[in-house]
């Protein structure tokens, strides 16, 4: 039976459509992200905006519409696996235009800029949580749980969301400039750091059943978690360079029609597994699987015949992210919120200031400073991942819990102005 | 807690993976597909053979493996619809390369071969399962039940799957000959032929429990039936024309990135779900959206854009329909298979005969009536509705209802090759 139902899916007109999306809706879904996407950014490009700005509010205006989640579970999942992909080829296709070599002559400034990009906002939230909390502004019932949540706090604002300033950087096509390479290195570092810092945090919480008394944390497994994300990263490279070159030539001589594109497709999706089984994002690892093909003869062929296939994918994923938006929490109209959008904006600008000094760590050499803190702005992912947890542990009260996502939102839209605004010509 | 756990959906990192598929080994499955299918089809490309069938085949090998099921029921659903997306695009392509006019002036060809292609099979299919009843090699319970087994097969026998077939007239760089738009031209009618078939067979074993006595069916509801349908694929060739050029002059003067190839794709979608909204086939709504823009001054632009797309879904569909074979069910060496496998061959000739026949239906025109009747061959989504129809009411038997798949499967099967040798220069 597992079989009959495996071919009723396939052959799509099933008899009764008592599954949870349907086909047709599912089609409608995805012409409204095209359509909307396409209409909103183009207005954008047309007023000299950032086309990735038109996306995030095509998906928001989407989002209230209720377009995204009409489908049901299924289908949710379905965009949301399609904006994994985007993201993914997103992050690959920067890697392909970027020069390996050039990304290591950066390393040390973006290491520098990646480490006080995760010191400086975390000091600055976890003492703004004292503060707040001195002002009788936050509740509290102990001194563990505070600390519990200026830890959470602190640790959503750490994290870098590499895709919003790597698209928009692709658009100004200032990817081979010094600033997006220090940038683009140290969103990577950031990544790892993130990665520790999550082990720490939740290490910590899960000790102390999230009352904050008592804590206790193995070092060595953060060694282990430090080493496996390095390891995978500088195991990738070294290990990718020995073969790759060989492998795309073989694949080049594939009979098959659209054979380059899909080899350099699942090498992509094959270095974003594995950087997901090292702990690491994926798109971590569809970066390199970038880079590594920068360097093959078939470089070319595959960027064009990328080009298509990342228009459909990329904006799926801006769409996604704009969708996700709760405009309600925003209205100021409704009292309870007022509390949550103070917090919010404290917590915003907080955000800023802690990425902007960042960009300070490139101090000996001749870049615009305030570009590559401007380009560490965006949080995403993992500031929402601290954020998930500290709620499903009560570290973070449900009120607290949306300002932290406001403001992650809220750094996400204003990077792409500003940095149209400080990065062009 | 809704917006929480989609933003929890969107950055994929979620803290437990509890859910029923994860990132990675959706990744994993991704890269799978690609690769095993470029590898199997680039084979049969250096043999001379349907890259198509190679297709078939890795999904054949992928389901055996069982990485297509692997990932779980939403990661099985989102396959089955990056597949509709891509028999969607495929149709929509094949529709971009085909001109209106020619396929009106083989429309009268066209309706003969599908009225042929329907009425020979059907009484075909029904008198040998009354031959089988009475060489004692079907067992029935009663005359009523025997009517709707042979009634229910005969359906099954019936419809003609395109997709298959056009990707084979593609490779072959066929589609501007008049067999192909024949083939094309009957196959859309074939579809409605099929939907009233499907009103009137399971109106059938509706009003008679599946005892198949004193049964009635409304003249109106299968009239209503087929004007919804003739009248949609009309209607929006006629009011598709009206507007779509200086639509498509709009969508080209748009400045986002991609946007002619999304709006091309946005259209497709939306005509595959009116389709749907007619009670037709997606990939009918999708063709006729390709005949409409390949009037269109972006034509050629589209085509080449699309193709890197097309590459990238279209080979997804012919993969899931390889991967949902049940291998086991074709071991001679497991007792229980042999009459299956039997009843399976005997089914698979009728309806070879069946669509062979319904090429003479060209008669009055120079044409290779042969290669007709084999591109209709290809049964696949409504016969296996029917079949899924059957087996739910209790009309067919388990061994009944896997003979009817097989069938089915082997007219896909051996479809691709036939027309190689017989449509091959």
Redesign the interface.
């Known amino acids: 039976m597992?079989?009959?139902s495996?071919?009723?899916?396939?052959?799509?007109?099933?008899?009764e459509d008592s599954s949870t999306?349907?086909?047709?809706s599912?089609?409608?879904a995805?012409?409204?992200i095209?359509?909307v996407?396409?209409?909103v950014?183009?207005l954008?490009?047309?007023y000299k905006q950032p086309?990735v700005l038109?996306e995030l509010i095509a998906g928001v205006l989407l989002g209230i519409v209720g377009l995204i989640?009409l489908y049901g579970e299924?289908g949710?999942?379905?965009f949301?696996?399609l904006?994994?992909?985007g993201v993914?080829i997103l992050l690959f296709e920067i890697g392909l235009e970027t020069d390996l070599n050039d990304l290591i002559k950066v390393g040390l400034p973006s290491l520098i800029v990646a480490a006080i990009g995760v010191i400086a906002p975390f000091f600055l939230g976890y003492y703004t949580i004292y503060v707040l909390a001195d002002l009788n502004f936050i509740k509290f019932s102990s001194e563990g749980s505070l600390f519990l949540l200026a830890l959470t706090v602190a640790a959503t604002l750490t994290a870098t969301s590499v895709g919003i300033t790597a698209r928009v950087l692709s658009e100004l096509k200032k990817l081979n400039q010094t600033e997006s390479k220090i940038i683009l290195g140290a969103a990577v570092i950031d990544d790892v750091l993130g990665l520790i810092i999550l082990a720490v945090v939740?290490g910590i919480i899960a000790s102390t059943g999230g009352t904050g008394s008592d804590f206790s944390i193995s070092i060595s497994s953060i060694i282990l978690i430090s080493a496996k994300a390095f390891g995978f990263l500088i195991l990738a490279i070294i290990i990718g360079n020995l073969f790759t070159k060989r492998l795309f030539i073989f694949v080049h001589g594939?009979?098959?029609?659209?054979?380059l594109?899909?080899?350099a497709?699942?090498?992509t999706?094959?270095f974003?597994?594995l950087a997901?089984?090292a702990g690491l994002?994926?798109i971590i690892g569809a970066f390199a699987a970038g880079l590594l093909l920068a360097k093959t003869h078939q470089k070319d062929l595959i960027e064009d015949?990328?080009?298509?296939?990342?228009?459909?994918f990329i904006?799926i994923f801006f769409i996604?992210?704009g969708?996700?938006v709760?405009v309600s929490s925003f209205n100021p109209f409704i009292k309870e919120n007022i509390a949550v959008i103070i917090l919010a904006v404290v917590l915003f600008i907080v955000a800023i200031i802690g990425k902007l000094v960042s960009g300070l760590g490139a101090y000996n050499l001749n870049v615009n400073k305030l570009v590559i803190g401007i380009g560490m702005i965006p949080r995403?992912?993992?500031g929402?991942?601290f954020a998930?947890?500290g709620?499903?542990s009560g570290v973070l009260s449900k009120s607290e819990?949306s300002a932290v996502?406001i403001m992650v939102m809220l750094t996400t839209f204003i990077a792409p102005p500003l940095l149209y605004k400080f990065f062009r010509d």
């Open positions: 597992r079989k009959f495996r071919l009723k899916g396939l052959f799509n007109m099933s008899i999306y349907t086909l047709g599912f089609f409608i995805l012409a409204s095209f359509i996407g396409k209409i950014s183009s954008f490009v047309k086309e038109g989640p299924v949710y999942h379905f949301h696996l904006a994994e992909v993914a939740s594939l009979k098959a029609r659209g054979s594109l899909l080899g497709l699942a090498y999706f094959i974003a597994y997901k089984l994002a994926p015949r990328l080009k298509p296939v990342a228009d459909v904006p996604m992210v969708s996700a709760d995403g992912e993992v929402l991942i998930s947890m709620l499903l819990y996502t």
